[in-house]
């Protein structure tokens, strides 16, 4: 794929992850205006995330069975088409559902376009930017989302605000973003899909991933980038709950003002995925393996620190240096993913991983807070565990160089595969 290729798949993911974000600030809006209880609302983001997991052995088939920007267009359609049922009176929670399939079908579509085109020498520095064009959109499409619920935006168009009526303007403005970043899929240069043919039996569909998921595990880069990957999206979900508490119990903040916090880290993703895809190469991707120790570490800091002033540089450390770890990371995951399997059927099995990882490490620190875990306490735990585990993963990689080259010297290749 050529760098004007590689902008607009990067734009469409931005335009695309700026009405996903939009999207779930609106439907929790709804919820409130429809009396709902407060407890649906989490459940928003639990059906975006349980279809990653639920759907992974089949999304990734149709990622390299069709086109890829065709699926991103689709899956751009059925996110609209969720959008659309809103905005006809069905439950946000029943909307959603068919949101979180079209999320996970973009997802493979889109990371599976960028490891089958862009050059294994560029394939850091294009995950940076779609590492950057995805905060951003957090960050924008939450704001975005905020004002289209705002009385100034329902003032405009002349609307009350009584139940779903009052947000029809926002979900009109959702669903024209959504079509725009389907524009965007439009444009990316094109070429015949990859070709992966399966059988669609489920029997047939779960062996086959199954068989992916051994494969990639047990490679030797791999399996050390995906059990990183994993443990950073479980952690880092986690780590948002953690950092509201915090706030709100040691800094004395409202949660309003507690979120400004999580935008302070997600810029200091932000810039340091910029940072690792401009400097890091893809053959040394595993050097960063040390900085997963350093943020490990850094997090049992939070509990020193009773001020703002302080709280803001920590979080944007502890951003920075998990942005110049995970792209690096997910390059060297989505290329050996590239050479042992299909482009799609690679991501499928990031995406199954880290978000099974997201569920289990979020349902355990509901469950340890139940069973009276203090803030200080969970937040300990929480970075011993990111510190010993990345620690292990470093030393089982210093181990495996130690038996033979676990990368070539040619920055441009990966590792070779101990699978037979």
């Known amino acids: ?91 946000p929670l029943a909307a959603f559902c068919l949101a979180g399939p079209g999320a996970a079908c973009y997802s493979p579509a889109k990371y599976g376009l960028v490891t089958e085109r862009v050059p294994a020498a560029a394939l850091v520095r294009a995950n940076g930017w779609l590492e950057v064009s995805t905060v951003g959109a957090i960050i924008l499409g939450t704001a975005l989302g905020g004002w289209l619920v705002s009385d100034v935006f329902t003032a405009l168009w002349g609307l009350g605000e009584e139940g779903q009526a009052g947000l029809q303007p926002a979900l009109l403005a959702i669903m024209a973003v959504y079509l725009a970043a389907g524009v965007l899929n439009g ?59 915090w706030a709100q119990q040691s800094l004395g903040l409202g949660l309003d003002q507690a979120a400004y916090l999580q935008a302070v880290v997600a810029v200091g993703i932000a810039a340091g995925a910029a940072l690792a895809g401009r400097w890091v190469s893809l053959a040394q991707a595993p050097r960063v393996l040390p900085l997963g120790v350093l ?11 009773d001020t703002v002033a302080w709280a803001i540089p920590l979080l944007a450390a502890v951003g920075f240096a998990s942005g110049a770890f995970i792209v690096p990371m997910n390059a060297l995951l989505q290329h050996r993913g590239h050479e042992l399997l299909s482009p799609g059927e690679s991501i499928a099995v990031q995406n199954f991983s880290e978000n099974l990882s997201v569920l289990l490490m979020l349902g355990a620190y509901t469950l340890l807070l139940a069973l009276g875990w203090t803030t200080g306490l969970l937040i300990a735990a929480l970075g011993l565990l990111v510190a010993g585990c990345t620690a292990l993963a470093g030393w089982r990689w210093h181990l495996s160089c130690r038996i033979g080259t676990a990368l070539p010297p040619d920055a441009a290749q990966a590792a070779p595969s101990p699978h037979p």
């Open 1 to 91: 794929m050529s760098m004007q290729g590689v902008r607009l798949l990067v734009a469409a993911q931005f335009v695309s992850g700026l009405a996903d974000n939009a999207l779930l600030v609106v439907a929790i809006a709804c919820l409130m205006q429809m009396g709902e209880a407060a407890w649906l609302a989490p459940l928003l983001k639990l059906v975006f995330t349980v279809a990653y997991v639920v759907l992974a052995p089949c999304v990734g088939v149709v990622a390299d069975r069709w086109p890829k920007e065709r699926v991103m267009l689709a899956a751009n359609l059925l996110k609209a088409g969720a959008a659309l049922a809103m905005l006809l009176g069905l439950h």
């Open 187 to 245: 444009f990316i240069p094109r070429r015949p899909a990859a070709g992966a043919s399966a059988a669609w039996q489920l029997p047939a569909l779960l062996s086959r991933f199954g068989l992916a998921q051994r494969t990639l595990w047990r490679d030797r880069a791999g399996g050390m980038s995906l059990a990183v990957t994993t443990l950073f999206w479980g952690a880092g979900a986690t780590l948002q709950f953690v950092v509201l508490a």
């Open 295 to 305: 943020i490990g570490l850094a997090v049992p800091l939070m509990l020193l620190v």
